[in-house]
């Protein structure tokens, strides 16, 4: 511990408390002794035995303290002997009058604390212990912001079953498109099929996929992957379905030029798309060209799926343009960016 006395004292408060080697007096520290009052967040008046005064919140401090001038002017208690010895900043000792007990309070609360009474103390310092039974300040561990939970109870809608967005997507195929059409659907291992007729039956209910039972000009074959889940994700090989897709040629953001527009932001929420593109329907017509085969049946999709080349970018463009004019509202296909400079502005 530093105890030079030519160290100039800066505004900053210490906050541990030790214990004094050569007495039975504690130790204890105050922040800013020569600092002037001046207008801010950290003053607030508190009522001192019915007598009262403007302090300064000072969180670092260990006690109460009040100049000679203040005690002076109230009828207080006796001053009694100091039991601790108070360190300013840098470890400055600073020279006692006593202390006393007293009441000290706000419109709401009140405490009962040992104010010290300090030869030199330019602005009346109310410790953090005090602040905080008086409610002026609070510890702070965590943010805590609206759970996952209150979000869904407050909005249900967005967070059960699959969304629709308005205006079916219809694929474009070039005038010379060739049809090609499997009849036997490929392998899928044994230990798989029946999280494959799960994963089917589940999409079908979803309103994903249905059953095709009419003759199709395509069908493409149906490919499981394993995921780290242990679910099966159902994909289409739509190799040949792509050669003839036309393409809207919609942009695509860069992730470069997306966190470009980050900017000044300092507070984000991240939303991601249950399935985006399952939430685009798909025409009739445009249904029947992604037809699929599987071990269980022919199915097609009643929705935008994945493997078609122009998915993405006409996912982007509806995102976009649902999304346009939002500020600090970025997309990255179905990831959503939302990053302001404060949590009020979010």
Known sequence: MCKTKKRQAANVAA?????????????????????????????????????????????GADVTAVPEQL???????????AT????????????????????LSNSKHSTHEEVYVVEGLRTPLLSGAAAMTLQLVARVNSISLDSKETVKREFPKLFSGLGKMEGEYTIVLKPDAKPFSLSTPRHISLPLLQKVKEELSRMEQQGVISKVDEPTAWCAPMVAVLKSSGRVRICSDLTELNKSVMREKHPLPSVEHTLGQLAGAKVFSKLDAK???WQ???????????????????????????????????FQKRISRTLEGLEGVLCQMDDVLIGRDTERAR
Not at 32 to 59: G, R, Y
Not at 71 to 81: D, I, S, T, V
Not at 84 to 103: D, Q
Request: one cysteine or more; proline letters at 5%.
């Open 15 to 59: 906050v541990a408390e030790y214990s004094h080697e050569d007495s039975d007096e504690d130790v204890v520290f105050l922040g800013s002794v020569s600092e002037k009052a001046q207008a801010s967040p950290w003053m607030t008046e508190v009522t001192m035995d019915n007598h009262k005064a403007v302090f300064k919140i000072d969180t």
């Open 275 to 277: 399935s985006g593109f």
């Open 84 to 103: 601790k010895i108070l360190y300013g900043p840098g470890g400055v000792p600073l020279k006692l009058k006593g202390k006393f007990t007293a009441v």
């Open 71 to 81: 005690y002076a002017q109230g009828q207080f208690n006796k001053l009694a002997r």
């Open 280 to 314: 685009i329907p798909l025409s009739k017509d445009s249904s029947l060209l992604t037809t699929f085969i599987s071990p269980f049946g022919r199915y097609h999709y009643n929705r935008l799926c994945f493997g078609i080349s122009s998915a993405p970018e006409h």
